[in-house]
């Protein structure tokens, strides 16, 4: 190259550098310095104060709940059978000819074995007590042999069972450890409205730390869960999930609210409709679960059902309000001080009973012991009844329920009301039900398409009264059934796989559009 190329090729390299210093990169082009400056991690406390001041996010309470939460493993020792399997010398068609033409015999096929398996469950949970006590579902740790905790840090811990209480499916378990733990702040449910927001935590299918927001969808529902009845429930639609049960459900302060419990799930998976128990109801028994590893009720010993019109109408009563005893249960405080099936309980101590939920709080919050006063009605006349309470035992006699019936005609005179038919009771129809009682006539189909479906008879049940007409044969049912007016309500006296139930029932009255 001659010297005079040469100089034009330095001019042009000279001049394009002098020309890149002015001229910004095209868009979507970056300096090396923004790669080397992307992703520079932040303090703890720098994000926790991000996500605090971060408008319309929820995860400034995610970031304060967090390092209270647990995972819980529930280990159970089981006994399964396995198949037993065996080899034979010989092949198919020997097998064959020995079986059905008279070789040798039958070779006897052994007993599956039985060994011993460990099974494991996880639930959630959080923590209540610097000391470890964590809050969960008692059907999470039920029947566990061993308890195992993993916390936010993932650090696992040994843990023990503290107290349990399987009416409110509520136990308290320790961390086995020294430390000092992060908690929870228990907040008031009494004060959530219908449409507050509020996020889920727990540990669902496993997965470690998972949390979902939704609103109160609904307050105070009464649920039937595995037959276990839950009442004054949180319903939520924040997504609630297998081994969700035993987290907490919170507020946007953060407070504790609920306890997530239970789903409806008709598809096998969350449907928008989750259970949570309330925090202030897990609060009256917390104490107790600590301290004394269960919780001690007053026990009365009556089974009671709701006053409604129908109700009102046949034992003339002033107003809706108290409980009627279906049942005085044997050798119960009840029993002892005189109360008597059909008795209307109105009072407590001079309190007004309201409901059913009512006499159960003012029961379970009066220390076994203590001397009350009942206000009854019986026969349409009030009076005074002092009950000396007792400690609510574990388990409470039950009653069976009655069989199916067997196929075949019933070899009996009927009568039928509503598509309810029944017949009177003979041996044949106390042995098929299994019926405790001589008294009354029987259910024993119901039509569905009828208008007695609704009623809520199921065949089995033994009618002894009908609006307090007494029907001890199938011309008793007819004239009792003949004065009903469903508009205005009729009351059952029944007994039920050996219980006696009061069912009460009234036709909804239709509107007609303007």
């Known amino acids: 190259m001659d010297k005079k190329n040469l100089i034009i090729l330095l001019v042009i390299l000279i001049g394009g550098l002098a020309v890149s210093r002015f001229v910004k990169p095209p868009a979507g082009k970056f300096p090396q310095k923004s790669y080397v400056n992307r992703g520079v991690k932040k303090s703890p406390e720098t994000i926790k104060k991000e996500g605090i001041n971060r408008p319309q996010s929820f995860s400034g309470v995610i970031i304060q709940i967090q390092p209270a939460l647990v995972n819980i493993s529930a280990v159970h020792i089981v006994e399964v059978q396995s198949p037993f399997y065996r080899f034979y010398h010989g092949d198919p068609f020997s097998d064959f000819f020995d079986d059905f033409f008279g070789g040798r015999p039958e070779r006897e096929r052994p007993e599956p074995e039985t060994h011993r398996q460990r099974q494991e469950g996880t639930g959630s949970g959080f923590i209540v007590g610097a000391e470890g006590y964590v809050l969960t579902n008692y059907h ?29 499916d509520l136990a308290v378990i320790r961390i086995k450890s020294n430390k000092k733990f992060n908690v929870l702040k228990l907040g008031d449910s009494d004060n959530i409205r219908i449409g507050d927001w509020v996020v889920a935590a727990g540990s669902p299918f ?73 925090v202030n109801d897990a609060k009256e028994v917390l104490g107790e679960l600590i301290e004394k590893g269960r919780v001690v009720r007053g026990w009365l010993g009556v089974e009671i059902s709701n006053v409604d019109s129908a109700i009102k109408k046949n034992f003339a009563l002033d107003s809706e309000k108290g409980v009627l005893i279906n049942r005085v249960v044997e050798n119960s405080p009840a029993e002892t001080a005189g109360l008597k099936r059909a008795d209307v309980i109105v009072e407590f101590n001079g309190r007004k009973i309201q409901d059913e939920n009512d006499l159960q709080q003012k029961v379970s919050e009066t220390p076994p012991g203590d001397n009350i006063k009942l ?47 029944v017949t009177g009771i003979s041996a044949g129809i106390k042995e098929r039900y299994s019926l405790s009682t001589d008294k009354g006539v029987v259910v024993i189909n119901i039509d569905p398409a009828a208008g007695g479906y609704e009623i809520g008879l199921i065949p089995g049940d033994a009618i002894i009264e009908m609006n307090k007409i007494k029907t001890s044969s199938l011309a008793g049912f007819k ?31 239709s509107i007609t559009p303007p």
């Open 140 to 168: 999470v740790i039920k029947d566990a042999q061993e308890l195992n905790i993993t916390t936010y840090d993932g650090k696992t811990y040994d843990a023990e069972l503290v107290g349990k209480d399987e009416r409110t």
């Open 206 to 278: 496993g997965l470690n730390q998972t949390f979902t927001a939704g609103i109160i969808s609904a307050l105070r529902q009464d649920v039937d869960v595995e037959n276990t009845r839950y009442k004054n429930m949180l319903q939520t639609d924040a997504a609630i999930n297998r081994c969700n049960s035993g987290g907490p459900l919170v507020n946007l302060a953060g407070e504790v609210v609920g306890i997530n419990t239970a789903i409806f799930a008709p598809t096998g998976v969350f449907s928008g409709v989750g259970f949570a128990i309330s």
């Open 375 to 421: 206000g009854i009605i019986r026969e349409g006349k009030k009076t005074d009844i002092d009950i000396t309470l007792s400690e609510m035992p574990e388990e409470i006699q039950e009653f069976s329920k009655p069989k199916e019936p067997e196929n075949g005609q019933i070899e009996q005179k009927t009568a039928e009301w509503l598509g309810i038919t």
């Open 479 to 509: 004239k009792a059934a003949k004065e009903i007016l469903l508009k205005e309500g009729v009351v059952l006296d029944v007994i039920r796989g050996g219980r006696p139930l009061f069912i009460s029932y009234q036709k909804a009255q």
